[in-house]
């Protein structure tokens, strides 16, 4: 089975929207006219059921199987919001709103969805039910986690969830997962140390802050290199150190040391986390000093589940004969992840060919991958709940 011919033709509707929406980027979970264009389709569609509200701006759709005697229920989710960035694509459809650009290709998932509701809605050949969801606040505002906080899996009863993003760099019609970590928790963390103040020409009536932070940085790279299994990944950058003191012959009172972490498994996360608290305080005590780690947790490691991956993968090799089965993970961070974390289910790449990166000024998504990620979202629906 190629694309689903039926989006074939629904493509030139699909492609409007998508323009429409990329003309009119919003941010965060400010995406009142993207929230109130989708709920608009949605019901010309004939979808049973349009909530709006969801996560603050978020859209859940309901729509029916011909048949539920599966009890079964799956969610598609894409993601509304744009990025504050000043658009220099030269498109026809550009940005109208100044300093705000729909770089990172969500104006395309919202329209793929909306494809795919559509198609589902008018076929309904499916046993069980499928929940369209549309989330504000991808970019930083972990409007997913908001969704799922206002009881989405729970209301719904959904059993799985599946999502996907277009990837620059591989080729149109291609597809690209892998099982367990795709993408990664992005956290950062301060560490203050206080030591003794004083001048700098009397260390011995002082205790050297700045030296103890010394101590600290260069440990830090252990926690990597001495505690995460060599087979795994880990990240742990002290990228700032700041003093409370700019004078050169003050020995500082508190010294501030800043940077990331990043991990692709839940457990090298929180092994990461100890080891950094656990180095900090003693190498500090060691000196005589005190140094307190504030870990401040971004998105978690998006984590795609055994069983989901694989019906993902049947259902992309349905349409396409290139499905890269283990691409390499990136280090980037997605809200996606609070869904996978909340139920099973899968988060795919789909080609976006050979344009500029994603939240560049002049990255484009490319209209042609529509069929594709359409195809892909209703076969999950079909392929999961499949006709009595
Ligand atoms: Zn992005
Ligand atoms: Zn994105």
């Known amino acids: 089975m190629p694309v689903k011919n039926r989006f074939a033709e629904l493509l030139p509707d699909i492609i409007a929207w998508r323009h429409d929406f990329h003309a009119h980027p919003e941010l965060q979970y400010d995406v009142h006219r993207t929230a109130g264009r989708v709920s608009e389709l949605l019901r010309s569609f004939g979808v049973d059921e349009v909530v709006e509200g969801i996560g603050q701006t978020g859209v859940v759709g309901v729509i029916r199987g011909r048949t539920d005697s599966s009890g079964r229920v799956i969610g598609l989710r894409a993601d509304m919001d744009a990025l504050p960035i000043i658009e220099a694509t030269g498109l026809d459809y550009a940005s109208t709103a100044p300093g705000r650009m729909h770089a990172c290709g969500h104006d395309g998932h919202t329209s793929m969805l909306l494809g795919a509701a559509q198609y589902l809605a008018e076929t309904r050949n499916f046993d069980g039910t ?189 349409i396409s004969a290139d499905v890269d089965t283990d691409v390499a993970p990136l280090m980037g961070g997605e809200d996606f992840s609070f869904m996978l974390n909340a139920r099973p289910g899968a988060y795919m790449f789909i080609g976006n060919g050979d344009t500029a990166g994603l939240h560049h000024p002049q990255y484009t998504f490319t209209d042609e991958a529509i069929p594709f990620g359409a195809s892909w979202l209703a076969g999950m629906v079909e392929a999961r709940m499949p006709a009595a």
């Open 130 to 318: 499928a929940i369209v969801i549309f989330q504000p606040a991808e970019e930083g505002g972990a409007g997913a986690q908001a969704m799922i906080g206002d009881g989405l899996a729970e209301r719904w009863n959904i059993q799985e969830f599946y999502g996907l993003h277009n990837m620059p760099g591989i080729p149109v019609g291609h597809f690209a997962i892998r099982e367990g970590g795709i993408m990664a928790a992005a956290d950062e963390f301060e560490i203050t140390v206080t030591g003794k103040g004083g001048h700098a020409a009397m260390p011995n009536n002082a205790v050297d802050t700045l030296l103890v932070a010394a101590q600290i940085v260069v440990a830090m790279q252990s926690v990597v290199s001495r505690n995460v299994d060599p087979l795994k990944n880990g990240v742990v950058s002290c990228c700032v150190v700041e003093t409370d003191s700019t004078a050169h012959n003050v020995i500082p009172q508190v010294v501030k040391i800043s940077g990331t972490a990043r991990s692709l498994d839940p457990d090298v996360r929180e092994l990461q986390v100890q080891a950094m608290r656990r180095i900090a305080e003693n190498t500090a005590a060691a000196f005589g000093a005190k140094a307190e780690l504030d870990y401040h947790y971004g998105y978690p490691v998006t984590v795609n589940h055994p069983a989901p991956t694989r019906h993902a993968i049947e259902v992309a090799r349905s």
